[in-house]
């Protein structure tokens, strides 16, 4: 589940649990059996929430931006860098961090029941009356170690005592049908529900609920076996004085203090048996409530499917008669797309009665292609009433001219230009290459001043560079929207550059691009001023812009304004020279 799908999740578990329990409230189903059935009931509508309701279809912008992302990570390795994960992330580590310590807690809880189980001393004879009279199986120990009763285990249970109360037959039956209703594989499986939405409060509040009624259906058999209100009265009265309350959330809990209360108050009370009628209205009332809750949140508050890669901008398919039904999308695999790998792969498909694929083997086509399409026509589905004898040759084209794949690092190609248009290369600037590298450098460069360059012959030209030195940068900027410029050099070389204040170089500004405010900072209310630190060459145009400062949700913006900054060039001595600067851009919202 993503984070976005987490969180949505979350809310929508929180608008559950608070509407069904005022529902509860509301029907004031005072009948501990009726009540704990219906908060089990929500607890597993909570689990059951994401799939009863329908996904909002949230298509990926492009092909190319999932395609570029592989890009980008092909054309990046070997410079790795350092950055922190989404916030989105790093709150999804931290619920995942938490439910594993909490699963480690219960693991510490269970070694310490098992420990006192061991150390703990046989009691064989104690209340076998009751055993036969509640009808069930269970071993008593007596133990000085636990603060107060506690009952756990499933096949083999049992009970530990503490002095204080081995010989009261109350809290031995109390304990009794504890294992006659296998309530501790139900208090374990509330702990690790509560320790996968530890962060949760509805969740806590519910099991909370949960574990409260469970005891008052318990006090209530309790009390019909051994035919004693008062005297079941007075032992509860007198451990809650005792404090003697297990610290074990593995074991069923014979008393918790807070929920003493309401538990006295409901052996207090006589609760009569309700009605068919009344039993049906409101079991139909609190569904409609579950009802309501979930279309209501599948629409104002949905789950996004996962993002589906669209690959109609570099695949065409060919069935040869076969009407296809459904099919995954073909991925681009990167190292394909970076070696212009292009072609048809030509797949015979052998299909089942129901027209989907049984098995598939590839004919011909560019080897480095072969496994994305047998992932994808593994998963196609034909109409089985009109398709041909099997098996069928389908053929899946790649086209790599014209594939809209997005630059492996923003400085491969200009801010705000697609990826897809092609520009005239105005200038090669080699200044900031060393003496030492630039012969092998310019026979590097096979571009020429005045050609016509895509994305493909930039990043074909970072490659290059790496491959003679892994320091040399390659800069590219756009002169003006039909050309653009190249700047390549190793950082901290270069000509003579002077300082200049930003006041004092913004005089010399004739062109200059105001940034759009973006709709996200505009709901959000942010408003601030984004700090750069830029580089201007010999030129006037911006060639290199590092951020100092400046609210994250304004500075893509900021940049790509500022990237089509032109100034008139700053002369030293009558010749041009790179200044470096430092420009603020500040947004303001209207009150």
């Known amino acids: ?28 189903l005072r009948n501990p059996n009726v009540r704990m059935l219906s908060m089990q009931a929500v607890l597993a509508l909570c689990f059951l929430l994401p799939l009863l309701q329908p996904r909002l279809d949230v298509q990926a912008r492009v092909a190319a931006e999932t395609l570029g992302v592989y890009a980008a990570t092909s054309a990046t390795a070997g410079a790795p860098q350092f950055t922190l994960p989404p916030l989105s992330t790093m709150l999804l580590g931290l619920a995942l961090l938490g439910a594993a310590g909490r699963v480690v807690w219960i693991g510490v809880g269970l070694v310490r029941l ?13 209340h076998q009356h009751l055993l036969r009279r509640v009808g069930v199986k269970a071993s008593f120990f007596y133990s000085d170690e636990i603060p107060g009763p506690v009952t756990f ?58 574990q409260l009624t469970r005891e008052q259906v318990v006090d209530q058999e309790v009390v019909k076996i051994l035919d004693g209100r008062d005297e079941y009265l007075n032992t509860l009265l007198s451990i809650a004085a005792a404090r003697l309350a297990p610290d074990l959330a ?4 014979f008393l ?38 979930i279309f209501t949140c599948s629409r104002a508050l949905p789950l996004q499917a996962s993002p589906a890669l669209d690959d109609s901008a570099y695949i065409e398919i060919q069935t040869g008669g076969a009407n296809l039904l459904h099919r995954v999308p073909v991925e681009y695999p990167a190292a394909a797309q970076r070696d212009h790998i292009a072609g048809a792969v030509v797949a015979q498909l052998t299909l089942n009665s129901q027209g989907e694929v049984s098995d598939a083997k590839i004919l011909t086509g560019p080897a480095e292609l ?17 398709a041909p004898a099997s098996p069928i040759n389908v053929t899946v084209t790649f086209r790599d ?10 400085s491969l190609w200009p801010a705000g230009v697609p990826v897809n248009k092609s520009l005239t290369l105005s200038r090669i600037d080699l200044s900031s290459v060393p003496p030492a590298l630039r012969d ?34 390659l800069g590219v900027h756009a002169s003006d929207e039909q050309s653009l410029s190249v700047r390549i050099g190793v950082p901290g070389y270069g000509p003579p550059r002077i300082r200049i204040g930003g006041n004092t170089q913004a005089a010399n500004l004739i062109r200059k691009i105001v940034p759009l405010y973006p709709a996200e900072a505009k709901a959000a209310r942010v408003q601030g001023v984004v700090k750069f630190t830029a580089e201007i060459g010999k030129d006037g145009a911006v060639q290199e812009l590092h951020l100092d400062s400046g609210p994250p949700l304004l500075v893509p913006a900021a940049e790509e304004a500022v990237r089509q900054w032109v100034y008139r060039p700053t002369l030293l001595n009558g010749d041009p020279v790179d200044v470096v600067t430092s420009i603020d851009v500040n947004f303001t919202l209207s009150r």
């Open 370 to 386: 072969h496994a994305p399409v047998l992932a994808s026509v593994l998963q196609w589905h034909f109409d089985n009433t009109a």
């Open 256 to 293: 918790q203090k807070r929920h003493l209360r309401e538990r006295v108050a409901s052996l207090l009370q006589e609760v009569p048996p309700m009605s068919r009628i009344r039993l049906f209205s409101s079991s139909a009332a609190l569904i409609a409530t579950a009802g309501i809750v």
């Open 401 to 410: 001219s014209g594939s809209p794949l997005l630059p492996a690092s923003p």
């Open 114 to 126: 098992s420990r006192y189980r061991r150390h703990a001393t046989p009691a064989p004879t104690v």
């Open 440 to 473: 092998r450098v310019s026979q590097a460069v096979t571009l020429h001043e005045g050609q016509t360059v895509s994305w493909q012959d930039m990043s074909a030209l970072s490659a290059s560079l790496a491959g003679i030195d892994e320091h040399l940068n």
């Open 250 to 253: 593995p074991g069923t809990l």
């Open 153 to 210: 285990g499933i096949f083999r249970p049992a009970i530990l005592l503490p002095s204080a109360c081995s010989t009261s037959e109350f809290v031995a039956c109390h304990e009794l049908v504890h294992v006659r209703r296998r309530d501790w594989a139900v208090a374990l499986a509330e702990q690790f529900v509560l320790a996968l939405f530890w962060f949760h409060p509805a969740v806590w509040w519910l099991v909370a609920r949960l």
């Open 1 to 28: 589940m993503t984070p976005h799908n987490l969180l949505v999740y979350n809310l929508q578990i929180l608008v559950l649990i608070a509407a069904c329990g005022l529902a509860i409230a509301a029907l004031r």
